[in-house]
């Protein structure tokens, strides 16, 4: 544990050397005084800055007090996840910081459950999402499968009731395929830490048209030729998107503006403005072209929209472009090549006691 006091108005510094948590990890900030809207989100901006994943950060007001044992401090809580190497600057927003590590929960292999009952408390799903599915689709056939199939969980050590907690960490479009990290029971409290890993998706993008959701999830129009595009062309355009860029999200999408989600004013013909948002790519790969089409893999950081990138593509060209194909090979440290079909999850949940 780290102590660094420093009086209001001046700068703190704690440095951290080699400091790398496994998933299940977490480390916190806390302060003494509230962190406004303001601060918080120069707080989080230099975490960013200086290399800390996830790229948000979390707040609370309770769990400092309960630390600290003392009910009178008024405090907000600043929850990191996986950290290397850190530098933190303060920006005016306590009079002390206290940091420490905190080693909780670490995550199983996954797809390793000898039991139902162990399943439902607790397990780590690498799941190859089928097309047309939602993410969510996925997790409602597997709630649906534990609410007609297995008994209700055991009361927990208060003697309360439980119920059976699912969550994926990181959405794939209904068109899209690939690996999709699922997680049940205890193991949901690390969502956050699971998804801020870098993915890896191949794809195809089809140029000479647009669609208003940037994939086939609407009709194509607004046809252009696309004779003049050059090898010389795409590989300018294509190294445009690498590194720190700006992004906008598409409208079909689950942004929200002003407490409304994006995709519910496309679908009612509702003209929207959704602001652009700070992306990382790590490397966009041409890997065949093919008359009106182009094959990729890109790596990039959590948040980045792979229709976004499809659709500016065409717009960089002057051609337009949309989507056609797209499937998640990795969500580091994970691989699709450790993925297991839904179906035949279910099946094995089916034969186990």
């Known amino acids: 544990m780290f102590f660094v006091h420093v009086v209001a108005g001046c700068y703190a510094m704690v440095a951290f050397a080699q400091i790398d948590c496994s998933f299940g990890s977490a480390f916190e900030i806390y302060t003494t005084e509230i ?11 230099h975490l960013v800055h200086q290399g800390v994943g996830p790229k948000r950060c979390f707040f ?51 797809n390793t459950f000898a039991t139902r009952e162990e399943f439902a408390m607790g397990a780590f ?33 208060h003697g309360h009731d439980q119920r059976f907690k699912i969550g994926h960490a990181g ?19 690390l969502i956050d830490d699971i998804q801020s890993g870098e993915k890896v998706y191949t794809g195809t993008i ?18 252009k030729s696309t004779e003049h595009v050059t090898l010389e062309d795409i590989e300018r355009v294509r190294a445009s998107f690498v590194g720190e860029t700006w992004q906008r999200p598409p409208l079909y999408s689950a ?4 407490g409304k989600r994006a995709y519910q004013a496309a679908r009612k013909g509702q003209d929207m403005i959704i602001p652009a ?61 450790q993925s297991i079909d839904l179906e035949a999850l279910l099946a094995r949940l089916e034969a186990m006691p």
Request: proline share 7%; charged share 20%; net charge positive.
């Open 60 to 110: 609370g007001d309770s769990r400092f007090r309960q630390y600290v044992g003392s009910k009178d401090l008024n405090v907000h809580v600043v929850k990191i996840g996986k950290i290397t190497d850190i530098v933190f600057y303060g920006y005016h927003c306590a009079q002390s910081y206290i940091c420490t590590m905190k080693n909780e929960l670490v995550l199983p292999e996954p």
């Open 255 to 258: 942004k929200q503006v002003d």
């Open 277 to 337: 948002v700070p992306i990382t790519v790590k490397s966009f790969e041409i890997k065949l072209v093919s008359p009106g089409k182009i094959d990729f893999e890109i790596n990039c950081a959590k948040g980045t929209y792979i229709r976004s990138i499809a659709h500016d593509f065409g717009q960089k060209l002057g051609t337009g472009a949309y989507l056609a194909a797209l499937r998640r090979v990795s969500s580091h440290p994970f691989h699709v090549s």
């Open 35 to 45: 962190i406004d809207a303001t601060k918080r989100k120069c707080l989080a901006h």
């Open 206 to 223: 089809v140029l000479g048209c647009t669609t208003p959701s940037y994939d086939l999830e609407t009709e194509p129009e607004n046809p």
């Open 171 to 189: 959405t794939l479009d209904p068109l899209a395929t690939g690996l999709l990290t699922v997680c049940t029971g205890k193991y949901t409290k």
């Open 125 to 157: 799903l690498l799941i190859d999402k089928p097309l047309g599915w939602t993410s969510f689709d996925v997790l409602n056939r597997i709630k649906a499968y534990v609410r007609n199939n297995m008994p209700p969980l055991p009361p927990n050590e």
